[in-house]
């Protein structure tokens, strides 16, 4: 007995050891495809992070072009001018290169800085201590202000030359009543002050609060403004409209604002003025009429700049709130003074071309919401919920009878739009539009911007990046026209990545900012004689300010020059990516040139349980509903069948064959590449049916394989699918949302013969029901 039981218990260790052994394989297994599964859910996870943070900034930079850069006044940034603006105890006054007899001289000069030596005895230029001896700050001595027959001399008076000629004008006129408006104010340069900025015409008050930051509060004043005829208010008006409209061009005249200095404090501009460039003669306002500077707090450094294109405008307005800060430089400096300038900076964008701009951009965000929603309703929901409602076990055993499983839709829920036509043209129209904003954006980090807004503005310069990206598919697209199956093999052999083109881009576009952008905002404005650099006025010195461009109201179309500057740097970036992107697919090409061309085919579809073509669906998942069978079935017979030679929408499908979108590959021995390559110059049936060599066109791609091979039949990867417009939903073929017509309606033969013999044996019918009645007519005698 003692013998038998050992006996047995010997065998059933022999016994158990084996499958214990198999059971301890298939744990590792299990776990290893468990943890697969697990990546590529979470890999799906990123995807839709990543989609949700474009569509994040899609929605920052509508905003940001609406709220900080809109038509309403915002004054969003805080500026400074560079460094502290210092005049030291020993600084020499400005010394004129012109001798000047009297009052009233007529001399021509570059611009009208030398004319306030007519009203000052001297003026003490700021330096900012750099190596160039430029100013636009300016200490005047002994000055006198006021109206010409109650002037007043005031020891010292601060100027800085950020006004603007027509803004003194028209705030000038608008103090002014109608009859005793002298003939400039009727004048282009005032009457379209208004439509050459989009400003509001209704004066506004503003003082800073006694604190360290730049808080003001703003008032608007209800009381009348106009002076009273016979004052030395109109006086002080009129004079300073006499000085403008006798000075010639009116883009040299030089206006300044400024201050009268009370000790170490907080100022606003309180005294304005204009010097004429053809006589020597200026003037000064505010002493009298003090109403003046309620219409000029917020016109400092004005500037617009215009888009002319067909008769629309696309109009950008610089205007500043000026705060100054004046010092003592030292307790034993004998005299120095520190200023610092600081100012609201505001940005404020209008016209025909800004509305088509928003409205653009608004489009494509919710043609990028519409298309996320739409593949994820189709192709992703059914991978990512299945087995949970009857819906989902449909869908998902639809989605895997098809021929994919979750590691294959990698990347297919961040398939741009970019090969769209209209989506395409649409986003070019957008950056080209938004390249404008460059200059807003030069001007912040020119100007020692110290906010955090600058994050917004260098976020929109380098969206740059989408324009190579529709330029090299576009232009490859060209090349693939040419000759598809040359296309086809360099495709085999290179590629390009998206992230590689962006980070060209943005590589490009960051060298460009560093270096020729820096400048390119006041070259522009010098070119068009929006800002004024004297050098000749002043021995040593070259005088800077803001400047008027006379010939700017004048314009019907954007002079090519103007055109060089705003796009040449665009299309120097977008050119010099272009090249870079093409070399690095060239080095590509040329290193895998020894191994020969490489197959575009992903061999095995690792993830999860996988329906081939024929076979049946588990239990589990058509037990929820009765209709499975027949979508299963559909869905197998559009992706997943050997076709004959392929139809399209153009020629007559063969009678009973479903839309295929596969083609069947003979399986060759390991290591052997005739399986993979005889037929790579021919198009797969879902190309000729759409009309577009989609292996061909796909240099820029984000993986090496542009299919896999499912049993015996090859099948497009989904991305590649959703990026040339189609989309795989319920059983068929659909244009994706975004595109035109990619997938056009096939009516098939055999429907067509079911429809016209069902309409032969109505028509029959018909004839049969009509031939007693026309049988019994007779001609009537």
Same mark, same amino acid.
């Given at each position: ?6 006996? @047995? ?48 900034? !899609? ?18 940034? $805080? ?92 705030? $000038?006129?608008?103090?002014? +009543? ?29 003082? +800073? ?22 004052? /030395?208010?109109?006086? &002080? ?19 300044? &604002? ?24 200026? $003037? ?20 617009? !700049? ?25 307790? /034993? ?30 489009? #494509? ?5 519409? @298309? ?19 819906? +989902? ?16 839709? =990698? ?41 955090? &807004?600058?994050?917004? =503005? ?11 990206? *529709? ?24 590629? *390009? ?5 962006? $980070? ?28 004024? =650099? ?37 299309? =120097?970036?977008?050119?010099?990516? %272009? ?21 575009? *085919? ?36 559009? #992706? ?34 005739? !399986?993979?390559?005889?037929?790579? /110059? ?9 009309? %577009? ?18 049993? @015996? ?27 035109? !017509? ?10 067509? &013969? ?28």
């Amino acid at each position: 007995m003692g013998d038998r039981l050992k006996i @047995s218990r010997r065998f059933a260790s022999l016994t158990s050891r084996p499958i214990r052994q198999a059971t301890e394989k298939k744990m590792p297994t299990r776990q290893a495809k468990r943890r697969h599964v697990a990546s590529q859910r979470l890999q799906l996870l990123l995807d839709v992070a990543l989609v949700l943070l474009f569509f994040v900034l !899609d929605a920052r930079d509508l905003w940001f072009k609406l709220s900080w850069m809109g038509p309403r006044n915002s004054f969003s940034f $805080a500026t400074s001018e560079p460094g502290h603006l210092v005049l030291r105890p020993s600084a020499d006054p400005l010394e004129s290169t012109t001798v000047f007899s009297f009052s009233d001289q007529a001399v021509q000069r570059a611009s009208g800085w030398s004319s306030f030596l007519e009203k000052c005895e001297s003026l003490l230029p700021f330096s900012d201590g750099g190596e160039d001896a430029t100013f636009q700050h300016v200490l005047g001595k002994n000055c006198m202000i006021g109206a010409p027959n109650s002037a007043v001399r005031i020891p010292e008076l601060v100027l800085s030359s950020n006004v603007r000629v027509d803004s003194m004008a028209w705030s $000038a006129c608008k103090l002014l +009543y109608h009859h005793r408006k002298p003939p400039i104010c009727h004048s282009p340069i005032v009457t379209q002050f208004s439509e050459r900025y989009n400003m509001r015409e209704t004066p506004s008050t503003m003082s +800073y609060l006694p604190s360290a930051d730049l808080a003001f509060v703003e008032s608007r004043s209800q009381e009348r403004l106009s002076a009273t005829p016979g004052s /030395d208010a109109e006086m &002080e008006l009129v004079e300073l409209l006499s000085v403008i409209s006798k000075s010639s061009p009116m883009s040299a005249v030089v206006c300044v &604002e400024g201050f009268i200095p009370n000790g170490s404090g907080r100022y606003t501009s309180s005294i304005f003025g204009c010097g004429s460039p053809s006589y020597y003669r200026s $003037a000064f306002v505010g002493q009298d009429a003090i109403s003046f500077a309620s219409f000029q707090q917020d016109k400092s450094w004005l500037t617009s !700049d215009v888009l002319h294109v067909m008769g629309m405008k696309f109009i950008m307005r610089e205007n500043r709130r000026s705060l100054f800060t004046l010092r003592a430089l030292g307790s /034993d400096s004998g005299g120095g003074r520190v200023l610092e300038h600081v100012s609201l900076l505001n940005f404020s964008t209008s016209g025909s071309l800004y509305t088509i701009l928003i409205l653009v951009d608004a489009a #494509l965000l919710l043609l990028n919401v519409c @298309s996320a929603v739409e593949i994820g309703r189709c192709m992703l929901w059914p991978l990512w919920k299945p087995l949970i409602v009857t819906e +989902y076990q449909t869908w998902s055993a639809h989605a895997r009878k098809m021929g994919f499983v979750l590691g294959d839709y =990698a990347r297919a829920f961040r398939v741009t739009l970019f090969r769209s036509t209209p989506v395409a043209l649409l986003t070019l129209v957008s950056r080209l539009l938004s390249w404008l904003l460059v200059f807003p954006s030069l001007v912040l980090w020119a100007d020692w911007h110290f906010g955090g &807004e600058d994050v917004h =503005a260098l976020l929109t310069v380098l969206r740059v990046w989408v324009i190579v990206m *529709i330029c090299v598919k576009n232009g490859w697209n060209m090349v693939v026209a040419l000759d598809e199956k040359r296309a086809l093999a360099v495709v085999r052999r290179t590629h *390009i990545s998206t992230l590689e083109v962006a $980070a060209i881009s943005l590589m490009v576009a960051s060298c460009f900012l560093s270096t020729s952008l820096s400048n390119m905002s006041r070259e522009k404005r010098l070119h068009e004689r929006q800002r004024a =650099a004297d050098s000749t006025s002043f021995v040593g010195f070259t005088a800077f300010a803001n400047t008027f461009p006379a010939q700017q109201d004048s314009l019907q179309n954007t002079p090519m020059a103007t055109l060089a500057f705003l796009y040449g740097p665009l299309l =120097a970036i977008v050119g010099w990516s %272009i090249v870079l992107v093409a070399v690095l697919a060239a080095v590509r090409f040329l290193v895998g040139i020894p191994s020969g061309p490489r197959s575009l *085919i992903q061999r095995t579809s690792a993830a999860g349980p996988l329906v081939q073509p024929g076979a049946t669906v588990s239990s589990s998942d058509v037990s929820a509903t009765d209709d499975i069978d027949h979508m299963s079935n559909l869905s197998a017979g559009i #992706l997943m069948r050997s076709s004959s030679p392929p139809p399209s929408p153009t020629r007559g499908v063969p009678v009973g064959n479903a839309i295929p979108t596969s083609t069947a590959q003979p399986l060759a021995p390991a290591g052997d590449k005739s !399986d993979t390559e005889s037929f790579h /110059d021919e198009r797969l049936p879902v190309e000729d049916i759409v009309g %577009i060599p989609i292996r061909a066109q796909s240099l820029v791609r984000d993986s090496w394989a542009v299919m896999t091979m499912v049993g @015996s039949q090859v099948l497009l990867l989904p991305p590649y699918y959703l990026e040339h417009g189609i989309v795989l939903a319920s059983g068929s073929m659909k244009t994706r949302c975004g595109f035109l !017509d990619v997938v056009q309606p096939i009516v098939l033969a055999k429907e067509h &013969e079911q429809r016209k013999e069902g309409g032969e044996r109505e028509q029959k019918a018909t004839d049969r029901s009509l031939g007693p009645i026309e049988n019994g007519q007779r001609p009537l005698h």
